[in-house]
């Protein structure tokens, strides 16, 4: 069964600082996409980031930006430079088929 | 732009009555609609999801049911609520071409209670 692992339930760093939330997956597939979304207090939830299996080279946006090993089977998200308004539920997914699989989340609470 | 809405934001229900939680998509045509219930430290289950008028699809055996009576609206209904039935549904839109981008868009929520 193809599952998401997200083993850090709450992270908490200080604003400015650099932070990485972890996400590992299982899967026997090879082209595949993966994607992490971030859910605001009482906010809608919206994506941050995509990576396509195929691709070598990581994704980023802006200050997001993710460490894809494939044979690992890992894709960690790192936020440069936190901002107040990166606290948030972050949750890791993986798509193949049509079907998106979901980690548990991550808490970030970035502190001032 | 497209929009998404879905109501009520929260719901306080006892055991056994009816529920009707509704989403609607603005600004986009033949959108694929998702139901999702998020538990607490167990990430996001899908319920039901839609490609067209009509046609529903359950991921999840349970006291829940789904239906599209038109392109853009999305209903999530039971007969008699159940307690395990507590918790926070999202509504979600995809473009037709989901399995090209992948990428999901998400109401605002829906906390539902069962007493």
């Known amino acids: 069964a193809q599952t998401v692992t997200q083993s850090q339930p709450e992270m908490s760093v200080q604003e400015a600082e650099t932070v990485t939330l972890s996400c590992t997956y299982d899967?026997?597939?090879?082209?595949?996409?993966l994607f992490w979304y971030k859910q605001p207090p009482s906010r809608q939830m919206i994506l941050v980031i995509r990576?396509?299996?195929?691709k070598q080279q990581n994704a980023t946006e802006n200050r997001f930006s993710v460490n894809f090993q494939k044979a690992a089977k890992s894709f960690s998200l790192k936020i440069s430079d936190s901002q107040l308004g990166d606290t948030a539920m972050y949750f890791c997914a993986f798509m193949n088929y049509y079907q998106l699989i979901w980690g548990a989340g991550t808490k970030l609470i970035i502190k001032p | 732009s497209q929009t998404i809405h879905q109501w009520p934001a929260t719901l306080v229900q006892p055991v056994g009555s009816p529920l009707s939680l509704e989403c609607t998509v603005e600004?986009?045509?033949?959108?694929?609609l998702y139901w999702y219930r998020q538990a607490a430290g167990r990430g996001l289950q899908l319920l039901f999801y839609?490609?067209?008028?009509?046609?529903i699809s359950s991921e999840v055996p349970q006291n829940l049911s789904a239906s599209r009576p038109q392109d853009r609206q999305f209903i999530l209904s039971s007969k008699k609520l159940l307690l395990s039935d507590s918790g926070f549904y999202l509504c979600?839109?995809?473009?037709?071409?989901?399995?090209?981008?992948?990428?999901?868009?998400f109401g605002e929520g829906s906390r539902l209670t069962v007493l």
């Open positions: 979600a839109w995809s473009a037709e071409d989901y399995g090209n981008t992948g990428e999901l868009f």
């Open positions: 990576q396509e299996a195929y």
């Open positions: 600004g986009t045509s033949n959108p694929n």
């Open positions: 839609s490609v067209g008028i009509g046609q």
């Open positions: 899967t026997s597939e090879s082209n595949y996409y």
